[in-house]
């Protein structure tokens, strides 16, 4: 299996998670098309690592795992703290750094 | 150019100074300018300490140079005629890559003949100075630039080189400012120090960019090197040098074009008149074009430049004179027209130049003269100047009516005095020379005759017209030696002719004096000289001394009369000309600099702030909109990695 | 590869779904489709590890993590379809097409020569080769990730955090806000009676029986009685007399022979 189907898709996936980023609202949509993102490098991590047979691309992969997580983990939590002091979970809402 | 050709040849080559080097009496040159800008020093530093003995110091310092000079000019006299130049080398001023300048002093037959007159004459008025000056309270100050001038004068003369004659030039430059405006409460008198100097720099401008043409022309500015290699310059260039030294000369003369600061520089006290509006700051142009006449002796134009201004000047200050109810004013008018005649004989070449330097001399002696009898009189009536207020002060002061007397029969060229052997000289070589030249110095003397006759009579004879509270009196010995002194030059000074004296002993200096063609034999033109002259005399006796004389001045006169009264607008002509478009400019400028400069500066910011303004707006807070930047710069990095990649 | 092929055009489906979904929960469901298939396809790579954890970590825990913070924040909250910034979806289209091509365009002019395969690297299993190279090269990294795990957990604990900004009530408050209430609207201090507290059944769809015989009407769950499940006692009797020949309904002395029986 040539890699570059797989590559193409990471592509195509990583492009479809930034789109969700710059136009949805839900701060909780706009982390799951950041996940997304991450996802779409981590398949791209794991077919470089077989392409060239060695498991660096897992283990980065696997890195990327752990820390999406804890990202994850607090990016919520501040999305929570933000909903609960303004009642609103848009991001275009949280606009006070500007002109 | 071509109307005003030159009869005279030119026989033999400009002389090249080619200096001895000072011993014996002459080691001591250096003392005769070190004394005086020493008593300058000691006068101006020493502050109010020195205010009790102070004149009798300035007095004394310049005494002792015309001694030292003397003493020098004696030595000199001693020598053979081949021999008689001295130079001693101080130390070298400066150099700049090939170009040095030694602060050099040259002490030659022309020199002598300066020195003597500065430092005599010189003596002489600083003594009278301590009686005229006795009632003022800054008179010690007086006397420390009076020594100032002294030292810068003799610098000029003395110098070696173009670059020292200017610094001479620009000391008595400073010091005829000072003196002008030495009553400095009076505006006027500010006024006309600040004409003065100002006028001065238009002139200097030729000096200075002359130095700087014979620097790029020859390699250095001292007067051996130039004159030994003057002739292989391009007529082109010595033409250029020429103007250019003519225009230094006019400025330091008061010649046409920059005369109109003459007639002002009267409001200095009278000795400052006497001094250096008459005897000798004014000569210094004269002195100029004479010591670079290696240069004015290879070019005709230069020269025909030189004898144009001359015969304008002349003229020019014969006219003011006769309208001028102002003594100083007169007398100015008259020094001006003297220093024309001046200037036209040094135009003429080596036939000139030895009779320019001999009137320079006689008109040293009787217009110093004239002056310091014109501060007697003002003395003794209460310093008043106007001559509608004089007459009849014959009796009242008969010395110096006596005096004064000697030095008009001098001016106006009756033999046996000094002037009529200078002046005569002149015209028969002007009409040598050409036939208008000659003409105007003629007319010249006549109209010399008549406003020095309506001044004498004026003044002197004509009925009382004094103030009421004014009781004329002799001046005090102080002042009346001095001028008896002045007066007996003024009257023996022709014996320098005898034998053709002068002329002999400046040739080696100014080249070979030639034989002259005239049509007529020179007796004869002394004649028809004297026959202008007692022309000009009776028109005054029959205009002014037989008709009572107003105490205003008339208004219904004629238009000459206006045009003279008006100094035949010569300030006029200066402030419409160049201080009013000078004004105009300055006005532009500044606008231009507050608008466009400004404006562009300002402009600049104001534009940078607007973009930033406009720019600004892309913070709009939302992070989607900077999330799309992110993106957009991200496309762009791929972009320019794949077009690097793949070129 | 044929899986790749079925599960490829799925996942882009799903991406777009997650893109466009209305509600938030939809796009969530969206991005488990995503992250499922992800696994597969890394199964299908030679990492049998990373599907796992794939599955494990990221769709069973993070995702469910994005579930919960939506409940919480708001699940029927729907994002209008407008959009409130001028042009910006016009630029983020083109934008990200432009991307998407760049990306594609690189990607194709690369030739990737032979795959290797992981087949020497998966020599002793994936995981044992995966650990070493983990525990020997990248111990440090792993344990600084291990670090920032922990400090994210205090770090969502602390932003999580509510300040009580009442104070605690106890149980004497709590009882005397009960007797507040009676004594204003009459409303039972007590707790509610359990079911069966008067009966002879403890079922949770038998009423208990006041003492007139009659149902209590606050014993039973009201969706029970909703449903209409709520058995009456006379049902119940007959139920217990078909079940163990006792008549329920009778009193204690006669059962008490039949019961000294039983």
Same mark, same amino acid.
């Given at each position: 299996?040539?890699?570059?189907?797989?590559?193409?898709?990471?592509?195509?996936?990583?492009?479809?998670?930034?789109?969700?980023?710059?136009?949805?609202?839900?701060?909780?949509?706009?982390?799951?098309?950041?996940?997304?993102?991450?996802?779409?490098?981590?398949?791209?991590?794991?077919?470089?690592?077989?392409?060239?047979?060695?498991?660096?691309?897992?283990?980065?992969?696997?890195?990327?795992?752990?820390?999406?997580?804890?990202?994850?983990?607090?990016?919520?939590?501040?999305?929570?703290?933000?909903?609960?002091?303004?009642?609103?979970?848009?991001?275009?809402?949280?606009?006070?750094?500007?002109? | 150019?071509?109307?005003?050709?030159?009869?005279?040849?030119?026989?033999?080559?400009?002389?090249?100074?080619?200096?001895?080097?000072?011993?014996?009496?002459?080691?001591?040159?250096?003392?005769?300018?070190?004394?005086?800008?020493?008593?300058?020093?000691?006068?101006?530093?020493?502050?109010?300490?020195?205010?009790?003995?102070?004149?009798?110091?300035?007095?004394?310092?310049?005494?002792?140079?015309?001694?030292?000079?003397?003493?020098?000019?004696?030595?000199?006299?001693?020598?053979?005629?081949?021999?008689?130049?001295?130079?001693?080398?101080?130390?070298?001023?400066?150099?700049?890559?090939?170009?040095?300048?030694?602060?050099?002093?040259?002490?030659?037959?022309?020199?002598?003949?300066?020195?003597?007159?500065?430092?005599?004459?010189?003596?002489?008025?600083?003594?009278?100075?301590?009686?005229?000056?006795?009632?003022?309270?800054?008179?010690?100050?007086?006397?420390?630039?009076?020594?100032?001038?002294?030292?810068?004068?003799?610098?000029?003369?003395?110098?070696?080189?173009?670059?020292?004659?200017?610094?001479?030039?620009?000391?008595?430059?400073?010091?005829?400012?000072?003196?002008?405006?030495?009553?400095?409460?009076?505006?006027?008198?500010?006024?006309?120090?600040?004409?003065?100097?100002?006028?001065?720099?238009?002139?200097?401008?030729?000096?200075?960019?002359?130095?700087?043409?014979?620097?790029?022309?020859?390699?250095?500015?001292?007067?051996?090197?130039?004159?030994?290699?003057?002739?292989?310059?391009?007529?082109?260039?010595?033409?250029?040098?020429?103007?250019?030294?003519?225009?230094?000369?006019?400025?330091?003369?008061?010649?046409?074009?920059?005369?109109?600061?003459?007639?002002?520089?009267?409001?200095?006290?009278?000795?400052?008149?006497?001094?250096?509006?008459?005897?000798?700051?004014?000569?210094?142009?004269?002195?100029?074009?004479?010591?670079?006449?290696?240069?004015?002796?290879?070019?005709?134009?230069?020269?025909?430049?030189?004898?144009?201004?001359?015969?304008?000047?002349?003229?020019?200050?014969?006219?003011?004179?006769?309208?001028?109810?102002?003594?100083?004013?007169?007398?100015?008018?008259?020094?001006?027209?003297?220093?024309?005649?001046?200037?036209?004989?040094?135009?003429?070449?080596?036939?000139?130049?030895?009779?320019?330097?001999?009137?320079?001399?006689?008109?040293?002696?009787?217009?110093?003269?004239?002056?310091?009898?014109?501060?007697?009189?003002?003395?003794?009536?209460?310093?008043?100047?106007?001559?509608?207020?004089?007459?009849?002060?014959?009796?009242?002061?008969?010395?110096?009516?006596?005096?004064?007397?000697?030095?008009?029969?001098?001016?106006?060229?009756?033999?046996?005095?000094?002037?009529?052997?200078?002046?005569?000289?002149?015209?028969?070589?002007?009409?040598?020379?050409?036939?208008?030249?000659?003409?105007?110095?003629?007319?010249?003397?006549?109209?010399?005759?008549?406003?020095?006759?309506?001044?004498?009579?004026?003044?002197?004879?004509?009925?009382?017209?004094?103030?009421?509270?004014?009781?004329?009196?002799?001046?005090?010995?102080?002042?009346?030696?001095?001028?008896?002194?002045?007066?007996?030059?003024?009257?023996?000074?022709?014996?320098?002719?005898?034998?053709?004296?002068?002329?002999?002993?400046?040739?080696?200096?100014?080249?070979?004096?030639?034989?002259?063609?005239?049509?007529?034999?020179?007796?004869?033109?002394?004649?028809?000289?004297?026959?202008?002259?007692?022309?000009?005399?009776?028109?005054?006796?029959?205009?002014?001394?037989?008709?009572?004389?107003?105490?205003?001045?008339?208004?219904?006169?004629?238009?000459?009369?206006?045009?003279?009264?008006?100094?035949?607008?010569?300030?006029?002509?200066?402030?419409?000309?160049?201080?009013?478009?000078?004004?105009?400019?300055?006005?532009?400028?500044?606008?231009?600099?507050?608008?466009?400069?400004?404006?562009?500066?300002?402009?600049?910011?104001?534009?940078?702030?607007?973009?930033?303004?406009?720019?600004?707006?892309?913070?709009?807070?939302?992070?989607?909109?900077?999330?799309?930047?992110?993106?957009?710069?991200?496309?762009?990095?791929?972009?320019?990695?794949?077009?690097?990649?793949?070129? | 590869?044929?899986?790749?092929?079925?599960?490829?055009?799925?996942?882009?489906?799903?991406?777009?779904?997650?893109?466009?979904?209305?509600?938030?929960?939809?796009?969530?469901?969206?991005?488990?489709?995503?992250?499922?298939?992800?696994?597969?396809?890394?199964?299908?790579?030679?990492?049998?590890?990373?599907?796992?954890?794939?599955?494990?970590?990221?769709?069973?825990? *993070? @995702?469910?993590?994005?579930? %919960?913070?939506?409940? /919480? +924040?708001?699940?029927? =909250?729907?994002? $209008?379809?407008?959009?409130? &910034?001028?042009?910006?979806?016009?630029?983020? *289209? @083109?934008?990200?097409?432009? %991307?998407?091509?760049? /990306? +594609?365009?690189?990607? =194709?002019?690369? $030739?990737?020569?032979?795959? &290797?395969?992981?087949?020497?690297?998966?020599?002793?299993?994936?995981?044992?080769?995966?650990?070493?190279? /983990?525990?020997?090269?990248?111990?440090?990294?792993?344990?600084?990730?291990?670090?920032?795990?922990?400090?994210?957990?205090?770090?969502?604990?602390?932003?999580?955090?509510?300040?009580? /900004?009442?104070?605690?009530?106890?149980?004497?408050?709590?009882?005397?806000?009960?007797?507040?209430?009676?004594?204003?609207?009459?409303?039972?201090?007590?707790?509610?009676?359990?079911?069966?507290?008067?009966?002879?059944?403890?079922?949770?769809?038998?009423?208990?029986?006041?003492?007139?015989?009659?149902?209590?009407?606050?014993?039973?769950?009201?969706?029970?009685?909703?449903?209409?499940?709520?058995?009456?006692?006379?049902?119940?009797?007959?139920?217990?007399?078909?079940?163990?020949?006792?008549?329920?309904?009778?009193?204690?002395?006669?059962?008490?022979?039949?019961?000294?029986?039983?």
């Amino acid at each position: 299996m040539s890699p570059t189907p797989f590559i193409v898709l990471s592509a195509i996936l990583f492009t479809i998670g930034s789109l969700g980023v710059l136009t949805r609202r839900n701060a909780i949509v706009v982390f799951m098309s950041v996940e997304l993102m991450l996802n779409a490098s981590n398949l791209a991590l794991v077919t470089f690592s077989r392409a060239n047979g060695n498991l660096e691309g897992q283990i980065a992969a696997f890195f990327v795992m752990v820390v999406a997580a804890a990202e994850v983990v607090v990016g919520l939590a501040i999305i929570m703290t933000i909903f609960r002091t303004r009642r609103s979970a848009s991001v275009d809402d949280a606009s006070l750094l500007k002109y | 150019m071509s109307a005003v050709m030159s009869n005279l040849a030119l026989h033999t080559a400009a002389p090249v100074v080619d200096a001895a080097t000072a011993d014996g009496v002459f080691s001591l040159l250096w003392l005769v300018i070190a004394l005086p800008a020493l008593g300058a020093a000691v006068l101006l530093l020493g502050g109010r300490r020195t205010d009790k003995w102070g004149h009798w110091l300035g007095v004394g310092t310049v005494a002792v140079s015309f001694l030292l000079s003397l003493v020098m000019f004696f030595g000199l006299v001693g020598r053979d005629g081949e021999d008689r130049q001295v130079s001693q080398h101080l130390w070298t001023w400066f150099t700049a890559g090939s170009y040095t300048v030694k602060f050099d002093l040259l002490y030659d037959q022309l020199s002598a003949v300066f020195l003597l007159l500065i430092t005599g004459v010189g003596g002489i008025i600083h003594l009278y100075s301590v009686g005229y000056m006795e009632h003022d309270e800054r008179r010690r100050r007086f006397f420390g630039y009076l020594n100032l001038f002294v030292a810068s004068m003799l610098t000029l003369v003395l110098a070696g080189d173009f670059v020292g004659v200017f610094l001479g030039w620009e000391g008595v430059g400073l010091a005829s400012y000072l003196l002008i405006g030495f009553w400095q409460h009076k505006p006027s008198a500010a006024a006309a120090a600040k004409k003065a100097f100002v006028i001065n720099r238009v002139g200097d401008i030729g000096l200075s960019l002359g130095s700087a043409l014979i620097f790029v022309t020859f390699g250095s500015t001292s007067f051996a090197v130039v004159s030994a290699n003057a002739d292989k310059a391009s007529s082109g260039v010595l033409t250029a040098i020429g103007l250019l030294l003519l225009l230094a000369a006019c400025g330091k003369s008061a010649q046409f074009p920059l005369q109109t600061w003459l007639l002002d520089a009267m409001e200095g006290p009278t000795p400052v008149s006497a001094l250096i509006h008459a005897a000798t700051m004014v000569t210094a142009g004269v002195y100029l074009i004479v010591r670079a006449n290696f240069i004015f002796s290879l070019t005709e134009d230069a020269r025909t430049g030189v004898v144009i201004v001359g015969c304008i000047t002349l003229l020019l200050g014969a006219i003011i004179g006769c309208a001028k109810d102002d003594i100083k004013k007169a007398l100015a008018g008259s020094t001006m027209s003297q220093i024309g005649y001046m200037v036209l004989a040094a135009g003429l070449g080596p036939a000139g130049y030895a009779l320019a330097i001999f009137h320079l001399l006689t008109h040293g002696f009787f217009k110093a003269n004239m002056f310091l009898g014109a501060g007697s009189v003002m003395h003794g009536t209460n310093d008043d100047v106007n001559m509608r207020h004089y007459g009849a002060l014959q009796k009242a002061m008969p010395v110096t009516f006596a005096t004064f007397a000697i030095g008009y029969l001098a001016i106006i060229g009756v033999p046996p005095f000094a002037g009529f052997w200078s002046k005569d000289k002149i015209i028969e070589t002007a009409f040598a020379d050409n036939f208008v030249v000659g003409l105007c110095a003629l007319v010249g003397a006549g109209i010399t005759a008549f406003y020095m006759t309506r001044l004498m009579l004026m003044t002197f004879v004509t009925e009382k017209r004094w103030e009421p509270d004014v009781h004329p009196h002799e001046s005090p010995r102080v002042m009346t030696i001095p001028l008896i002194a002045l007066a007996a030059l003024s009257a023996l000074g022709g014996f320098m002719l005898l034998n053709n004296w002068i002329v002999d002993w400046l040739s080696p200096v100014v080249g070979e004096h030639p034989e002259e063609h005239l049509g007529v034999s020179p007796l004869v033109m002394s004649l028809i000289a004297l026959v202008v002259v007692a022309i000009g005399v009776a028109v005054a006796w029959f205009l002014v001394g037989q008709r009572p004389v107003p105490r205003e001045a008339p208004t219904q006169v004629s238009v000459v009369t206006r045009a003279a009264r008006a100094e035949l607008y010569g300030d006029a002509f200066n402030e419409e000309v160049i201080v009013k478009p000078g004004y105009a400019g300055i006005r532009g400028l500044t606008a231009f600099d507050g608008s466009v400069v400004d404006g562009i500066v300002e402009g600049t910011a104001a534009a940078f702030g607007g973009l930033s303004n406009r720019f600004r707006l892309a913070q709009n807070g939302f992070v989607r909109s900077y999330a799309l930047a992110v993106l957009s710069g991200a496309a762009l990095v791929l972009l320019a990695l794949l077009a690097v990649n793949f070129s | 590869m044929i899986a790749f092929w079925i599960l490829a055009p799925i996942m882009v489906a799903a991406a777009l779904g997650l893109l466009f979904a209305r509600k938030a929960v939809h796009a969530a469901l969206a991005l488990a489709v995503v992250m499922i298939s992800l696994a597969v396809l890394y199964a299908v790579q030679d990492a049998p590890f990373l599907f796992a954890v794939q599955i494990i970590v990221y769709t069973g825990a *993070i @995702l469910m993590l994005f579930l %919960f913070v939506l409940m /919480l +924040v708001g699940v029927d =909250a729907s994002d $209008s379809i407008i959009e409130t &910034i001028r042009g910006q979806r016009v630029a983020s *289209i @083109l934008v990200g097409l432009a %991307f998407a091509a760049l /990306l +594609v365009l690189g990607v =194709a002019q690369v $030739s990737f020569g032979t795959v &290797i395969g992981l087949d020497g690297a998966n020599d002793g299993g994936n995981v044992p080769a995966i650990a070493e190279i /983990l525990f020997t090269r990248y111990v440090f990294a792993f344990e600084l990730t291990s670090a920032l795990l922990i400090t994210a957990a205090l770090g969502a604990m602390v932003l999580a955090h509510r300040e009580r /900004l009442t104070p605690k009530l106890t149980q004497g408050d709590l009882a005397a806000q009960r007797m507040r209430d009676y004594a204003a609207s009459g409303k039972h201090p007590g707790p509610l009676p359990p079911p069966g507290v008067f009966a002879r059944h403890n079922a949770v769809d038998t009423p208990a029986l006041l003492p007139d015989g009659t149902a209590a009407p606050g014993s039973i769950s009201r969706v029970l009685a909703a449903r209409g499940t709520v058995k009456s006692a006379p049902e119940i009797a007959e139920d217990i007399k078909a079940l163990t020949g006792e008549d329920s309904t009778t009193t204690g002395a006669a059962n008490t022979d039949a019961g000294g029986q039983a």
